[in-house]
Protein backbone atom coordinates (compact mmCIF):
# COMPACT_ATOMS: atom_id res chain seq x y z
CA UNK A 1 0.00 0.00 0.00
CA UNK A 2 1.06 3.86 -0.92
CA UNK A 3 0.77 6.81 -0.08
CA UNK A 4 -1.64 9.13 -2.46
CA UNK A 5 0.11 11.00 -5.16
CA UNK A 6 2.02 14.29 -4.05
CA UNK A 7 1.63 18.13 -5.62
CA UNK A 8 5.18 18.67 -7.19
CA UNK A 9 6.85 21.64 -5.77
CA UNK A 10 9.76 23.59 -6.28
CA UNK A 11 10.27 25.95 -3.28
CA UNK A 12 11.43 24.10 -0.33
CA UNK A 13 9.07 24.56 3.00
CA UNK A 14 6.86 27.06 1.11
CA UNK A 15 5.63 24.00 -0.95
CA UNK A 16 2.45 24.93 -2.68
CA UNK A 17 1.41 28.06 -0.74
CA UNK A 18 0.80 30.48 -2.83
CA UNK A 19 -0.83 28.80 -5.82
CA UNK A 20 -3.66 27.40 -3.05
CA UNK A 21 -3.94 30.69 -1.66
CA UNK A 22 -4.39 32.24 -4.67
CA UNK A 23 -7.16 30.24 -5.80
CA UNK A 24 -7.57 27.14 -3.63
CA UNK A 25 -10.39 25.82 -5.83
CA UNK A 26 -8.54 25.93 -8.86
CA UNK A 27 -6.16 24.39 -7.39
CA UNK A 28 -8.15 21.38 -5.68
CA UNK A 29 -9.33 20.89 -9.59
CA UNK A 30 -5.89 21.35 -11.55
CA UNK A 31 -4.72 19.02 -9.11
CA UNK A 32 -7.76 16.49 -9.10
CA UNK A 33 -7.52 16.02 -13.01
CA UNK A 34 -3.86 15.06 -12.44
CA UNK A 35 -4.20 12.74 -9.47
CA UNK A 36 -7.88 11.75 -8.54
CA UNK A 37 -10.04 12.42 -5.52
CA UNK A 38 -7.09 12.02 -3.12
CA UNK A 39 -3.29 13.75 -3.20
CA UNK A 40 -1.41 15.73 -0.71
CA UNK A 41 0.08 19.43 -1.29
CA UNK A 42 2.77 20.37 0.65
CA UNK A 43 2.00 24.15 2.29
CA UNK A 44 4.39 26.03 5.07
CA UNK A 45 6.20 22.76 5.90
CA UNK A 46 2.87 20.63 6.21
CA UNK A 47 1.18 17.92 4.69
CA UNK A 48 -2.15 18.09 3.51
CA UNK A 49 -3.96 15.13 1.99
CA UNK A 50 -7.20 16.61 0.19
CA UNK A 51 -10.31 13.86 -0.15
CA UNK A 52 -12.02 15.87 -2.46
CA UNK A 53 -15.96 14.24 -3.67
CA UNK A 54 -18.77 12.35 -1.47
CA UNK A 55 -16.13 9.60 -0.52
CA UNK A 56 -13.86 11.87 0.48
CA UNK A 57 -15.75 14.39 2.36
CA UNK A 58 -17.59 11.24 4.23
CA UNK A 59 -14.02 10.06 4.88
CA UNK A 60 -13.15 13.10 6.66
CA UNK A 61 -16.24 14.41 7.93
CA UNK A 62 -16.54 10.80 9.62
CA UNK A 63 -13.30 9.66 10.71
CA UNK A 64 -12.80 7.78 13.73
CA UNK A 65 -11.55 9.60 17.17
CA UNK A 66 -8.22 7.33 17.35
CA UNK A 67 -7.07 8.47 13.58
CA UNK A 68 -7.62 11.60 13.63
CA UNK A 69 -8.16 15.32 15.32
CA UNK A 70 -9.43 18.53 14.55
CA UNK A 71 -7.89 19.41 17.60
CA UNK A 72 -4.71 19.31 16.85
CA UNK A 73 -5.18 21.04 13.71
CA UNK A 74 -7.23 24.18 15.30
CA UNK A 75 -6.00 24.97 18.44
CA UNK A 76 -3.06 27.21 17.72
CA UNK A 77 -5.52 29.64 15.41
CA UNK A 78 -8.53 28.95 18.43
CA UNK A 79 -7.67 28.69 21.81
CA UNK A 80 -5.38 32.20 22.50
CA UNK A 81 -8.46 33.41 21.17
CA UNK A 82 -11.72 31.77 22.47
CA UNK A 83 -9.50 30.63 25.77
CA UNK A 84 -8.52 27.33 27.21
CA UNK A 85 -10.63 24.73 28.31
CA UNK A 86 -13.40 24.90 25.87
CA UNK A 87 -13.78 23.80 22.23
CA UNK A 88 -10.01 22.60 20.80
CA UNK A 89 -8.53 23.12 24.09
CA UNK A 90 -9.97 20.03 25.51
CA UNK A 91 -10.63 16.10 24.89
CA UNK A 92 -13.22 15.33 22.25
CA UNK A 93 -15.97 14.20 24.77
CA UNK A 94 -16.01 17.79 26.56
CA UNK A 95 -16.28 19.24 23.77
CA UNK A 96 -19.35 17.16 22.76
CA UNK A 97 -20.85 18.06 26.16
CA UNK A 98 -20.30 21.51 25.62
CA UNK A 99 -22.03 21.36 22.58
CA UNK A 100 -25.01 19.99 24.26
CA UNK A 101 -24.95 22.95 26.96
CA UNK A 102 -25.30 25.03 23.54
CA UNK A 103 -28.24 23.53 21.82
CA UNK A 104 -29.77 23.98 25.55
CA UNK A 105 -29.98 27.80 24.44
CA UNK A 106 -31.32 27.58 20.81
CA UNK A 107 -34.84 25.70 21.47
CA UNK A 108 -38.11 26.68 19.24
CA UNK A 109 -38.74 29.21 22.22
CA UNK A 110 -35.64 30.87 22.28
CA UNK A 111 -36.13 31.46 18.83
CA UNK A 112 -39.41 32.97 18.92
CA UNK A 113 -38.36 35.56 21.42
CA UNK A 114 -35.38 36.16 19.14
CA UNK A 115 -36.96 36.73 15.63
CA UNK A 116 -38.99 40.50 16.63
CA UNK A 117 -35.34 41.10 18.98
CA UNK A 118 -33.41 40.70 15.27
CA UNK A 119 -36.41 42.86 12.98
CA UNK A 120 -36.19 45.16 15.45
CA UNK A 121 -32.51 45.62 15.30
CA UNK A 122 -32.31 44.96 11.64
CA UNK A 123 -35.03 48.45 11.10
CA UNK A 124 -32.79 50.44 13.86
CA UNK A 125 -29.82 49.63 12.28
CA UNK A 126 -30.86 50.47 8.34
CA UNK A 127 -32.49 54.03 9.65
CA UNK A 128 -29.25 55.44 9.06
CA UNK A 129 -29.28 54.48 5.25
CA UNK A 130 -30.96 57.52 4.16
CA UNK A 131 -34.09 58.03 2.26
CA UNK A 132 -33.40 59.19 -0.71
CA UNK A 133 -33.25 58.19 -4.18
CA UNK A 134 -29.85 56.39 -5.67
CA UNK A 135 -28.08 56.48 -2.80
CA UNK A 136 -25.16 53.53 -2.63
CA UNK A 137 -24.45 51.32 0.21
CA UNK A 138 -21.82 48.76 1.80
CA UNK A 139 -23.74 45.48 2.50
CA UNK A 140 -20.37 43.59 3.80
CA UNK A 141 -20.37 46.63 6.60
CA UNK A 142 -23.62 46.86 7.12
CA UNK A 143 -23.75 42.91 7.91
CA UNK A 144 -20.68 42.97 9.82
CA UNK A 145 -21.94 45.40 11.79
CA UNK A 146 -25.66 44.16 12.21
CA UNK A 147 -24.54 40.86 12.87
CA UNK A 148 -22.81 41.59 16.25
CA UNK A 149 -25.53 43.22 17.36
CA UNK A 150 -28.37 40.82 16.39
CA UNK A 151 -26.09 37.82 17.57
CA UNK A 152 -24.98 39.49 20.98
CA UNK A 153 -28.87 41.12 21.83
CA UNK A 154 -29.77 37.41 21.37
CA UNK A 155 -26.90 34.92 22.02
CA UNK A 156 -25.09 36.92 24.58
CA UNK A 157 -27.67 38.71 26.53
CA UNK A 158 -29.21 42.17 27.20
CA UNK A 159 -25.61 43.38 29.20
CA UNK A 160 -23.57 42.60 26.22
CA UNK A 161 -25.65 44.19 23.22
CA UNK A 162 -25.74 47.27 25.29
CA UNK A 163 -22.00 47.61 25.65
CA UNK A 164 -21.83 46.64 22.33
CA UNK A 165 -21.91 50.07 20.13
CA UNK A 166 -18.67 51.18 21.56
CA UNK A 167 -15.92 49.06 23.17
CA UNK A 168 -16.82 45.78 22.61
CA UNK A 169 -17.12 46.28 19.26
CA UNK A 170 -13.06 47.57 18.73
CA UNK A 171 -12.37 44.01 21.36
CA UNK A 172 -14.24 41.95 18.74
CA UNK A 173 -12.13 43.31 15.88
CA UNK A 174 -8.67 42.64 17.94
CA UNK A 175 -9.86 39.06 18.36
CA UNK A 176 -10.49 39.05 14.95
CA UNK A 177 -7.20 39.95 13.58
CA UNK A 178 -6.42 37.36 15.69
CA UNK A 179 -7.78 34.79 13.49
CA UNK A 180 -6.39 34.96 10.30
CA UNK A 181 -5.33 31.66 8.54
CA UNK A 182 -1.06 32.91 9.13
CA UNK A 183 -1.73 32.03 12.56
CA UNK A 184 -2.54 28.13 12.06
CA UNK A 185 1.45 28.42 10.92
CA UNK A 186 3.48 31.21 12.76
CA UNK A 187 2.16 30.72 15.86
CA UNK A 188 5.13 31.44 17.34
CA UNK A 189 5.79 34.99 15.74
CA UNK A 190 5.70 37.70 18.40
CA UNK A 191 3.36 39.31 16.10
CA UNK A 192 1.62 43.34 17.37
CA UNK A 193 -1.68 41.95 16.02
CA UNK A 194 -0.95 38.51 18.43
CA UNK A 195 -0.36 41.05 22.12
CA UNK A 196 -3.70 42.52 20.92
CA UNK A 197 -5.43 39.35 20.71
CA UNK A 198 -4.47 38.29 23.38
CA UNK A 199 -5.47 41.61 25.67
CA UNK A 200 -8.73 41.65 23.76
CA UNK A 201 -9.54 38.34 24.96
CA UNK A 202 -8.78 39.01 28.64
CA UNK A 203 -10.93 42.33 28.30
CA UNK A 204 -13.92 40.12 26.36
CA UNK A 205 -13.65 37.32 29.11
CA UNK A 206 -13.66 39.73 32.34
CA UNK A 207 -16.63 41.32 30.59
CA UNK A 208 -18.58 38.23 30.33
CA UNK A 209 -17.28 37.47 33.95
CA UNK A 210 -18.53 40.65 35.22
CA UNK A 211 -22.37 40.00 33.61
CA UNK A 212 -22.45 36.40 35.11
CA UNK A 213 -21.33 37.64 39.06
CA UNK A 214 -24.04 40.43 38.65
CA UNK A 215 -26.19 38.26 37.57
CA UNK A 216 -25.40 35.77 40.57
CA UNK A 217 -25.17 38.51 43.24
CA UNK A 218 -28.20 39.82 41.57
CA UNK A 219 -30.48 36.52 41.76
CA UNK A 220 -31.47 37.04 38.61
CA UNK A 221 -32.87 33.37 36.70
CA UNK A 222 -35.35 34.28 34.40
CA UNK A 223 -33.40 35.12 31.77
CA UNK A 224 -33.02 32.78 28.71
CA UNK A 225 -30.66 33.57 26.52
CA UNK A 226 -27.14 31.43 26.03
CA UNK A 227 -25.02 33.32 28.31
CA UNK A 228 -27.68 31.96 31.50
CA UNK A 229 -27.88 28.42 29.94
CA UNK A 230 -24.20 27.96 30.07
CA UNK A 231 -24.01 29.68 33.57
CA UNK A 232 -25.91 26.67 35.30
CA UNK A 233 -24.19 23.42 33.56
CA UNK A 234 -22.30 20.28 34.70
CA UNK A 235 -20.31 17.77 32.84
CA UNK A 236 -21.56 14.04 32.89
CA UNK A 237 -19.06 12.84 34.97
CA UNK A 238 -20.01 15.65 37.59
CA UNK A 239 -17.24 17.84 36.30
CA UNK A 240 -18.00 21.27 37.11
CA UNK A 241 -18.42 23.85 34.04
CA UNK A 242 -17.05 26.76 35.48
CA UNK A 243 -17.97 30.35 35.23
CA UNK A 244 -14.71 31.19 33.02
CA UNK A 245 -15.35 28.22 30.87
CA UNK A 246 -18.54 29.75 30.07
CA UNK A 247 -17.12 33.06 29.40
CA UNK A 248 -14.41 31.05 26.66
CA UNK A 249 -17.01 29.20 25.11
CA UNK A 250 -19.50 32.26 24.36
CA UNK A 251 -16.45 34.37 22.69
CA UNK A 252 -16.35 30.73 20.91
CA UNK A 253 -19.80 31.21 19.71
CA UNK A 254 -19.79 34.88 18.62
CA UNK A 255 -16.40 34.44 16.09
CA UNK A 256 -18.38 31.14 15.22
CA UNK A 257 -21.70 32.78 14.24
CA UNK A 258 -19.71 36.37 13.12
CA UNK A 259 -18.22 35.68 9.67
CA UNK A 260 -20.22 32.30 8.87
CA UNK A 261 -23.15 34.54 8.94
CA UNK A 262 -22.23 37.95 7.85
CA UNK A 263 -20.68 36.73 4.66
CA UNK A 264 -23.73 34.40 3.60
CA UNK A 265 -26.33 37.35 4.11
CA UNK A 266 -24.31 39.49 2.40
CA UNK A 267 -23.71 37.03 -0.70
CA UNK A 268 -27.85 36.68 -0.51
CA UNK A 269 -28.66 40.05 -0.81
CA UNK A 270 -26.15 40.58 -3.53
CA UNK A 271 -27.77 37.50 -5.24
CA UNK A 272 -30.98 39.45 -4.42
CA UNK A 273 -29.89 42.91 -5.69
CA UNK A 274 -28.76 40.97 -9.10
CA UNK A 275 -32.42 39.56 -9.35
CA UNK A 276 -35.48 42.03 -8.43
CA UNK A 277 -37.77 39.73 -9.77
CA UNK A 278 -36.84 36.93 -7.15
CA UNK A 279 -37.12 39.59 -3.99
CA UNK A 280 -40.26 40.43 -5.54
CA UNK A 281 -41.40 36.66 -5.13
CA UNK A 282 -39.96 36.74 -1.49
CA UNK A 283 -42.57 39.73 -0.43
CA UNK A 284 -45.60 37.97 -2.15
CA UNK A 285 -44.46 35.00 0.07
CA UNK A 286 -44.39 37.17 2.71
CA UNK A 287 -47.19 38.48 1.63
CA UNK A 288 -49.50 35.10 1.35
CA UNK A 289 -47.92 33.40 4.64
CA UNK A 290 -48.75 37.04 6.98
CA UNK A 291 -51.20 38.97 5.12
CA UNK A 292 -49.30 41.99 4.76
CA UNK A 293 -45.09 42.88 4.49
CA UNK A 294 -45.90 45.65 7.13
CA UNK A 295 -46.80 42.42 9.81
CA UNK A 296 -44.35 41.38 12.34
CA UNK A 297 -42.06 38.35 11.28
CA UNK A 298 -42.38 35.51 13.52
CA UNK A 299 -40.42 32.63 13.84
CA UNK A 300 -43.01 29.90 13.67
CA UNK A 301 -45.06 31.81 10.14
CA UNK A 302 -41.32 32.24 8.83
CA UNK A 303 -41.36 28.16 8.91
CA UNK A 304 -44.03 28.47 6.00
CA UNK A 305 -41.89 30.51 3.69
CA UNK A 306 -39.69 27.81 1.43
CA UNK A 307 -38.45 29.96 -0.79
CA UNK A 308 -36.41 32.49 1.98
CA UNK A 309 -35.13 28.96 3.18
CA UNK A 310 -34.35 28.02 -0.12
CA UNK A 311 -32.45 31.21 -1.08
CA UNK A 312 -29.78 30.86 2.05
CA UNK A 313 -29.72 27.53 1.11
CA UNK A 314 -28.73 28.20 -2.51
CA UNK A 315 -26.05 31.00 -1.35
CA UNK A 316 -24.67 28.19 0.91
CA UNK A 317 -24.60 25.58 -1.70
CA UNK A 318 -22.52 28.58 -3.93
CA UNK A 319 -20.63 30.30 -1.44
CA UNK A 320 -19.84 28.68 2.12
CA UNK A 321 -18.00 30.43 4.33
CA UNK A 322 -15.78 27.52 5.21
CA UNK A 323 -14.45 25.64 2.51
CA UNK A 324 -11.77 23.76 4.06
CA UNK A 325 -11.59 21.59 6.84
CA UNK A 326 -9.24 19.93 8.76
CA UNK A 327 -7.92 16.77 10.98
CA UNK A 328 -4.36 15.73 11.93
CA UNK A 329 -3.85 12.32 11.38
CA UNK A 330 -2.89 10.99 14.38
CA UNK A 331 -2.48 7.19 13.06
CA UNK A 332 -2.07 5.96 9.79
CA UNK A 333 -5.33 5.97 8.02
CA UNK A 334 -6.42 4.02 4.93
CA UNK A 335 -8.72 5.97 2.32
CA UNK A 336 -11.29 3.09 1.81
CA UNK A 337 -11.21 1.49 -1.80
CA UNK A 338 -8.19 2.60 -2.64
CA UNK A 339 -4.43 1.78 -2.43
CA UNK A 340 -3.98 4.85 -0.23
CA UNK A 341 -2.57 4.99 2.94
CA UNK A 342 -2.37 8.26 4.58
CA UNK A 343 0.26 8.73 7.19
CA UNK A 344 0.35 9.86 10.70
CA UNK A 345 1.10 13.56 10.99
CA UNK A 346 -0.55 14.44 7.48
CA UNK A 347 -3.61 16.89 7.52
CA UNK A 348 -6.69 15.50 6.00
CA UNK A 349 -8.73 18.41 4.29
CA UNK A 350 -12.12 18.00 3.20
CA UNK A 351 -13.32 20.75 0.79
CA UNK A 352 -17.41 20.01 0.07
CA UNK A 353 -17.81 23.16 -1.72
CA UNK A 354 -16.18 20.80 -4.46
CA UNK A 355 -19.52 18.77 -4.53
CA UNK A 356 -21.60 21.77 -4.03
CA UNK A 357 -20.98 23.33 -7.40
CA UNK A 358 -20.31 19.96 -9.31
CA UNK A 359 -22.55 19.20 -12.50
CA UNK A 360 -22.78 15.61 -11.42
CA UNK A 361 -24.88 16.57 -8.39
CA UNK A 362 -26.21 19.80 -9.87
CA UNK A 363 -27.66 20.67 -13.32
CA UNK A 364 -25.86 24.35 -13.93
CA UNK A 365 -24.25 23.89 -10.74
CA UNK A 366 -22.37 27.44 -10.39
CA UNK A 367 -26.11 29.21 -11.09
CA UNK A 368 -27.58 30.55 -8.75
CA UNK A 369 -31.77 28.97 -8.81
CA UNK A 370 -33.09 28.83 -5.74
CA UNK A 371 -36.05 27.32 -6.84
CA UNK A 372 -33.94 23.55 -8.12
CA UNK A 373 -34.61 23.07 -3.92
CA UNK A 374 -38.41 23.55 -4.34
CA UNK A 375 -39.20 20.09 -4.50
CA UNK A 376 -36.29 18.66 -3.09
CA UNK A 377 -36.79 16.14 0.10
CA UNK A 378 -33.61 15.14 1.79
CA UNK A 379 -32.77 11.99 1.75
CA UNK A 380 -32.59 9.97 4.83
CA UNK A 381 -31.79 6.57 5.89
CA UNK A 382 -33.78 6.29 8.88
CA UNK A 383 -30.48 5.82 10.91
CA UNK A 384 -29.32 8.49 13.07
CA UNK A 385 -26.26 9.06 15.31
CA UNK A 386 -25.99 10.29 18.60
CA UNK A 387 -22.28 11.97 18.94
CA UNK A 388 -23.77 13.53 22.57
CA UNK A 389 -24.98 16.85 21.58
CA UNK A 390 -27.81 15.55 19.54
CA UNK A 391 -28.63 13.05 17.36
CA UNK A 392 -28.04 13.54 13.45
CA UNK A 393 -28.92 12.16 10.44
CA UNK A 394 -26.59 9.31 9.56
CA UNK A 395 -24.92 8.79 6.07
CA UNK A 396 -25.60 13.10 6.00
CA UNK A 397 -22.05 12.66 5.06
CA UNK A 398 -22.31 11.66 1.54
CA UNK A 399 -24.94 14.32 0.85
CA UNK A 400 -23.50 16.56 -1.37
CA UNK A 401 -23.86 20.19 -0.08
CA UNK A 402 -22.63 20.28 3.23
CA UNK A 403 -22.19 23.75 3.92
CA UNK A 404 -22.28 22.78 7.95
CA UNK A 405 -19.92 19.89 7.71
CA UNK A 406 -21.24 16.54 8.92
CA UNK A 407 -20.12 14.05 11.72
CA UNK A 408 -19.51 14.85 15.18
CA UNK A 409 -18.06 18.36 14.93
CA UNK A 410 -21.04 19.60 12.64
CA UNK A 411 -22.14 22.79 12.87
CA UNK A 412 -24.73 23.18 15.90
CA UNK A 413 -25.60 26.84 14.75
CA UNK A 414 -27.38 26.03 11.73
CA UNK A 415 -30.63 26.70 13.07
CA UNK A 416 -29.94 30.05 14.71
CA UNK A 417 -27.99 30.93 11.65
CA UNK A 418 -30.93 29.96 9.68
CA UNK A 419 -33.48 32.47 12.02
CA UNK A 420 -31.02 35.10 11.95
CA UNK A 421 -30.65 35.66 8.18
CA UNK A 422 -34.29 34.75 7.26
CA UNK A 423 -35.55 37.42 9.65
CA UNK A 424 -32.68 40.14 8.44
CA UNK A 425 -33.36 39.38 4.96
CA UNK A 426 -37.04 39.49 5.09
CA UNK A 427 -36.58 43.32 7.13
CA UNK A 428 -34.14 44.25 5.00
CA UNK A 429 -36.25 44.04 1.47
CA UNK A 430 -39.30 45.27 3.01
CA UNK A 431 -37.44 48.54 3.49
CA UNK A 432 -35.07 49.06 0.55
CA UNK A 433 -35.18 47.64 -2.96
CA UNK A 434 -31.17 47.09 -4.22
CA UNK A 435 -29.60 46.90 -7.33
CA UNK A 436 -25.87 45.97 -8.81
CA UNK A 437 -23.38 48.88 -9.15
CA UNK A 438 -21.71 48.69 -12.54
CA UNK A 439 -19.08 46.98 -10.54
CA UNK A 440 -21.57 44.13 -10.82
CA UNK A 441 -21.69 40.60 -8.86
CA UNK A 442 -18.39 40.29 -6.71
CA UNK A 443 -15.89 37.67 -6.91
CA UNK A 444 -15.05 35.70 -3.92
CA UNK A 445 -11.84 36.49 -1.74
CA UNK A 446 -9.83 33.07 -0.51
CA UNK A 447 -7.36 34.55 1.25
CA UNK A 448 -9.66 35.16 3.82
CA UNK A 449 -9.98 32.74 6.98
CA UNK A 450 -13.99 32.33 5.98
CA UNK A 451 -14.15 32.96 2.31
CA UNK A 452 -15.94 36.71 1.63
CA UNK A 453 -17.00 38.71 -1.15
CA UNK A 454 -13.98 41.22 -2.80
CA UNK A 455 -14.33 44.18 -1.00
CA UNK A 456 -16.22 46.97 -1.72
CA UNK A 457 -19.31 45.45 -1.66
CA UNK A 458 -21.72 48.02 -2.69
CA UNK A 459 -24.95 48.39 -3.85
CA UNK A 460 -27.04 51.11 -5.29
CA UNK A 461 -30.53 51.82 -3.31
CA UNK A 462 -33.50 53.36 -2.89
CA UNK A 463 -36.22 53.18 -0.26
CA UNK A 464 -39.41 51.05 -0.99
CA UNK A 465 -42.73 52.64 -1.18
C1 LIG B 1 -19.00 23.84 13.28
C2 LIG B 1 -20.35 26.25 9.26
C3 LIG B 1 -22.89 29.39 12.01
C4 LIG B 1 -21.14 27.27 16.00
C5 LIG B 1 -19.15 24.22 11.96
C6 LIG B 1 -18.58 23.50 10.82
C7 LIG B 1 -18.96 24.19 9.69
C8 LIG B 1 -19.76 25.33 10.11
C9 LIG B 1 -18.61 23.82 8.26
C10 LIG B 1 -17.75 22.22 10.87
C11 LIG B 1 -16.26 22.46 11.10
C12 LIG B 1 -15.44 21.20 11.08
O1 LIG B 1 -15.95 20.09 10.84
O2 LIG B 1 -14.21 21.29 11.29
C13 LIG B 1 -21.18 27.30 9.66
C14 LIG B 1 -21.91 28.17 8.75
C15 LIG B 1 -22.63 29.04 9.53
C16 LIG B 1 -22.35 28.72 10.92
C17 LIG B 1 -21.87 28.08 7.23
C18 LIG B 1 -23.57 30.16 9.15
C19 LIG B 1 -24.06 30.42 7.96
C20 LIG B 1 -22.65 29.08 13.32
C21 LIG B 1 -23.23 29.77 14.45
C22 LIG B 1 -22.73 29.17 15.58
C23 LIG B 1 -21.83 28.11 15.14
C24 LIG B 1 -24.23 30.92 14.35
C25 LIG B 1 -23.00 29.46 17.03
C26 LIG B 1 -23.76 30.38 17.50
C27 LIG B 1 -20.45 26.15 15.60
C28 LIG B 1 -19.88 25.20 16.54
C29 LIG B 1 -19.28 24.19 15.75
C30 LIG B 1 -19.48 24.57 14.35
C31 LIG B 1 -19.91 25.27 18.07
C32 LIG B 1 -18.65 22.90 16.25
C33 LIG B 1 -17.19 22.77 16.13
C34 LIG B 1 -16.75 21.33 16.39
O3 LIG B 1 -17.51 20.49 16.87
O4 LIG B 1 -15.58 21.06 16.11
N1 LIG B 1 -19.85 25.32 11.51
N2 LIG B 1 -21.46 27.66 10.95
N3 LIG B 1 -21.81 28.09 13.77
N4 LIG B 1 -20.20 25.74 14.32
FE1 LIG B 1 -20.91 26.64 12.64
Known amino acids: KNAPPEVPYWIPYLGSAIQFSLNPLKFFEENRKKYGDVFTYTMVGRKFTVCLGTEGNNFVFNAKLADVSAEESYSPLTTPVFGKGVVYDCPNHMLMEQKRFVKWGMSNDAFRAYVPEIEEETKDYFKRWNNKAGARGDLFVAMGELIIKTASRTLMGPEIRALMDDSVAQLYHDLDDGFQPINMFFEWLPLPSYFRRDKAHRKMRDIFRQVIEERRANNIT ?6 QSLMNQTYKNGTAFTDVDACHLMIALLMAGQHTSSTTATWALMYLAERPNLVKELLDEQRDVLGSIDAPLSFDQMKNMPLLDNVIRETLRLNPPIILVLRKVIRSVAFPGTEYIIPKGHYLAASPIGTQIDEKFYKNATSFEPHRWDNVVE ?42 LK ?28 VQPQLPVQVDYKPRK
Not at 423 to 434: L, P, Q
Open 222 to 227: DKTDML
Open 379 to 420: EDSGETVDYGFGKIAGGGARNPSLPFGAGRHRCIGESFAYVQ
Open 423 to 450: TIISTFIRMYDISLTEKGFPKPDFTKMF
